[in-house]
């Protein structure tokens, strides 16, 4: 059975898609903890990020490093954290969250709520930057 993720990158779930190639994929996390949570995945499903082969995973950092340098200059924050917990899905994932404190990356820090034409703003600032 596919990953929701998978099922996101294939169209069957929307998203508020921030970029994409065509081996990778990156969206607004729907329970953020920061405005412009950001997930990136392998299109390929994997279900764990060290499973990954190389030239993958080094090709995800690199898509992820294009997508954070799109959130840092469209979203106002200190930095742009990355996180990998790799637990909640069973697709390979990596968060990169824009921070103005460390506690705003964490697991457990509050998640924000926002509503779907905020959502779609924030997405489409991000997707206007080149990535």
């Known amino acids: ?27 607004l996390d729907i329970n953020p903890v920061a405005k412009g949570h950001t997930l990136v995945v392998p299109k390929q499903e994997v279900d764990y990020l060290f499973d990954v082969d190389d030239d993958t995973l ?17 979203i106002e924050c200190q930095r742009v954290g990355v996180m990998v917990i790799g637990t909640e899905v069973p697709h390979a994932h990596v968060h990169l ?7 705003q ?11 779907k034409e905020e959502m779609a703003e924030i997405a489409e600032k991000i997707r206007g930057f080149e990535v």
């Open 58 to 74: 080094g090709g995800l950092m690199v898509f992820a490093k294009k997508v954070a340098k799109a959130l840092k200059a469209t």
């Open 1 to 27: 059975m596919p990953s929701i993720f998978t099922r996101i990158i294939n169209g069957e779930i929307p998203c508020y898609k921030v970029a994409e190639n065509d081996q990778f994929f990156a969206f």
């Open 97 to 103: 969250i824009p921070f103005q404190r460390e506690s």
């Open 105 to 115: 990356v964490s697991v457990t820090a509050p998640k924000l709520s926002f509503t």
